[in-house]
């Protein structure tokens, strides 16, 4: 009997090292739906989540979208949502040999089939009903109303949540969050007290006043763990001689803001899909 309450009390200590944990996503995606994004540029970031992200969601997945612009703060809407988690793919019939293969065929199927057109449709829609919040590129705000969408779900609590789960045939999972920003991040709100448009003539002492300003008004948001990938970061200063500063300041701004609130730029480019295709892919 003692060397079965042995057996048990070692199984207790080590089978927690052994537990894999299994990481699911949740994918955050905040598109800039201003004026000075044109019909082009909005469809360039569309086909990016069409060709890149939709591809590459895993099996249990989140998908999130909303809109930065002027009603950022007044009007924020979930204009977009998607949970596989919540969906069944897999079939009785399905061989044990063939079964995951067979779920990811259907899933893939589904959002090729599906979902890409209705995310489509769907962001050209909301986007003519909110023209007239297309004034201003409220980023900040679009940042701090998007961490409703944050999720810290996981299966277990400690140790022995996962030993459980693991008698029982569960998975031990976790999800992360990925914050996908499509813009060119030059904030701009309806005060003005905000506008990036200036910064190719600010110096680093000056983006270091602006984020003292927002530490005291208590708007740099909570994204604690948060994965954070720009795509489209540009000027908007076309052949001046301050665009190449501007891009310099916006980017400076923005990796001290994430810091700040506990997130990871893991991507900032005009053009991020292999930034975005690789972390998804990785981490999948």
């Known amino acids: 009997m003692k060397k079965l309450y042995a057996i048990i009390f070692w199984v207790l200590i080590f089978m927690p090292s052994c537990s894999s944990i299994i990481k699911r996503h949740n994918y955050i995606l905040l598109i800039d739906n201003s004026k000075t994004i044109n019909e082009r540029t909005l469809d360039r970031y569309i086909n990016t989540i069409e060709q890149t992200i939709l591809p590459n969601l895993g099996r249990f997945d989140r998908l999130n979208i909303q809109f930065i612009d002027e009603c950022s703060i007044t009007l924020p809407e979930r204009i977009f949502m998607l949970d596989l988690a ?96 499509f813009s060119d991040m030059v904030n701009e709100n309806r005060e003005k007290t905000f506008d990036f448009t200036q910064f190719g003539k600010c110096n680093p002492k000056e983006i270091e006043v602006k984020m003292d300003e927002l530490r005291k008004m208590k708007k740099i948001p909570g994204l604690s763990g948060c994965k954070i990938l720009v795509f489209g970061a540009t000027t908007t200063l076309q052949n001046g001689g301050h665009a190449n500063k501007q891009i310099e300041n916006c980017k400076l701004f923005w990796q001290s803001f994430f810091d700040e609130g506990g997130a990871e730029l893991v991507g900032y480019a005009y053009d991020a899909r292999k930034e975005i295709e690789e972390y998804m892919t990785i981490n999948d």
């Open 86 to 181: 919540s969906m069944a793919f897999e079939k009785d019939a399905d061989g044990l040999n063939h079964a995951a293969d067979s779920t990811h065929t259907r899933m893939f199927r589904f959002l090729k089939d599906s979902m890409q057109a209705n995310l489509r449709s769907t962001i050209l829609a909301k986007r003519k009903e909110r023209r007239e919040c297309g004034n201003y590129t409220d980023i900040i705000n679009a940042l701090n109303e998007a961490t409703s969408l944050i999720t810290y779900e996981k299966s277990f609590e400690s140790n022995d949540d996962k030993i459980v789960n693991d008698a029982k045939g569960k998975n031990n999972y976790e999800y992360e969050n990925c914050i996908i920003i």
